[in-house]
């Protein structure tokens, strides 16, 4: 009798661990699910900010451009796809059909936008290698720099689109305006990331200019067999942007470098072929430059003489 | 023009004054270089680098020029041995593409050139051009739109 109380409640004992483990084993599962669904909600959350963004960018784009600008002539047929989403300001605007180009076929299409920025992520050190080793960067933060350049290059090409449905291209006012805002945008979000280092980074954007054309000489070592280091390349970059111009928005205009008084700076960092190569490399940049805004005043004349006509 | 050459000049060994009188020699007889008149004035090693020189300039060797100097943040510099097998590599891989580029690197074919520089690049050296292939990847993006977008505008 008392073997077969024991037995009986042994064989409670163990159903009810039986429920007890299964009952743990269902409530870790549970965990585990909500675990999941947290941080696939914190994502879709970061996505769903990242598009209020997006869509905050070009409503101002639009709003502001519907209110600077006439009509355009046609019938809501001509003016193309944009003019289904028009109502408020930009109801009003001068939207026009869409030109086919490969920006437009790439934004409307999610899976090349996802493509293309994965790819320039991947290779974003090309361009900010140097800043990440300069400032010290962690791979953390290089991921997250890397998704604020990305959501910046989606609100400009957001804007760029925005500029075309309305007859006008990159080198209005109003895209330079439109452009600024973003900038602004993409800086406090990196002055969030950042902290100290800011200012070292902005520095190292505004230069970049400069830079470009100092890294030459890490290019031309292929041929001369004279290496540049990093750190020859920061500084001479440092010594030729102190002697440059800087626009309004604090980047330094390299073709403005007054070349005499930068010269004996750079001697105490470059070799004296590396110094004559830089000046060679600075003074075509300068001659480029000059081409160039003779071109962009002799299109700015025709434009004038067009529209006066 | 001055700028590319000067320092090519004097990595075959040119005094300044040399490589000065080479650009103009250079900018004097434009596209088809004067290379007899050359080897009077500088010699046979120094001819015999710019023959090898023009041979590749206009593709290779100019992609690996604007390889090495993307790549100034790694801070390995590249060894002769490195930039000679690199613009070897560079060459083979070489691929025509008939759309507009959106990036310096879309002329090559950087996965092999990726296989084949293995051996002769560094680990760092190698991720660098690994980026070097990604952007390129992105270039393409929209170099295929591209070809759609002209395709769309003809009649």
């Known amino acids: ?309 | 023009m001055k700028a590319e050459h000067w320092p090519i000049f004097r990595g075959m060994g040119l005094t300044p004054e040399q490589a000065e009188r080479a650009c103009a020699l250079r900018l004097e007889s434009g596209q088809k270089t004067n290379y007899a008149r050359f080897r009077a004035l500088f010699g046979d090693a120094p001819t015999e680098r710019l023959i090898e020189f023009d041979q590749i300039k206009d593709k290779a060797g100019a992609t690996a020029r604007a390889l090495f100097a993307s790549l100034y943040y790694i801070d390995e510099p590249v060894t002769a041995q490195q930039a000679k097998h690199l613009i070897e590599i560079i060459g083979r891989t070489w691929q025509k593409k008939p759309v507009p580029w959106y990036f310096w690197g879309q002329g090559c074919d950087w996965d092999r050139v990726l296989a084949e520089a293995a051996s002769v690049l560094s680990p760092a050296q190698l991720q660098g051009v690994r980026a070097v292939a990604a952007r390129t990847r992105a270039g393409e993006v929209f170099s295929a739109a591209n070809k759609e977008a002209v395709a769309v505008a003809k009649p």
């Open chain 1, 1 to 309: 009798m008392k073997t077969k109380a024991t037995i009986i409640v042994c064989a409670i004992l163990a159903l009810a661990g039986g429920f007890a483990f299964r009952s743990i084993r269902k409530a870790n599962q549970n965990r585990a699910a909500i675990d999941a669904l947290a941080s696939q909600r914190a994502a879709l959350q970061a996505t769903i900010t990242k598009l209020e963004q997006r869509l905050q960018t070009a409503s101002a784009a639009r709003a502001r451009l519907g209110q600077s600008l006439d009509p355009v002539p046609g019938t809501p047929n001509e003016r193309g796809m944009n003019a289904a989403a028009g109502s408020g300001p930009s109801a009003k605007s001068a939207i026009r059909p869409r030109r086919i180009t490969a920006e437009t076929i790439v934004m409307e299409d999610p899976r090349r936008v996802a493509e293309y920025l994965r790819n320039y992520c991947d290779g974003i050190e090309l361009e900010y290698g140097g800043m990440f080793k300069t400032a010290r960067f962690s791979p953390a933060q290089i991921e997250t720099f890397k998704e604020i350049a990305a959501s910046s290059w989606v609100r400009n090409m957001d804007l760029m689109l925005a500029l075309w449905d309305h007859g006008l291209d990159r080198d209005s006012g109003v895209y330079e305006e439109l452009a600024r805002e973003n900038e602004k945008i993409r800086m406090a979000e990196e002055a969030r990331l950042l902290g100290d280092v800011e200012p070292l980074c902005r520095e190292f954007r505004q230069t970049d200019g400069v830079r470009y054309h100092v890294r030459q000489l890490a290019g031309a070592a292929v041929y001369s067999g004279e290496p540049a280091t990093l750190d020859q390349v920061e500084q001479a970059t440092k010594i030729i942007a102190a002697h440059c111009e800087r626009d309004t928005r604090g980047f330094a205009k390299e073709w403005t470098v007054n070349w005499p008084a930068a010269r004996p700076q750079l001697q105490e960092v470059l070799s004296p072929t590396q110094v004559a190569t830089l000046g060679l490399i600075m003074e075509k940049a300068a001659a480029y430059a000059k081409v160039n805004l003779l071109k962009m005043s002799l299109a700015a004349e025709f434009k004038a003489k067009q529209a006066a006509k």
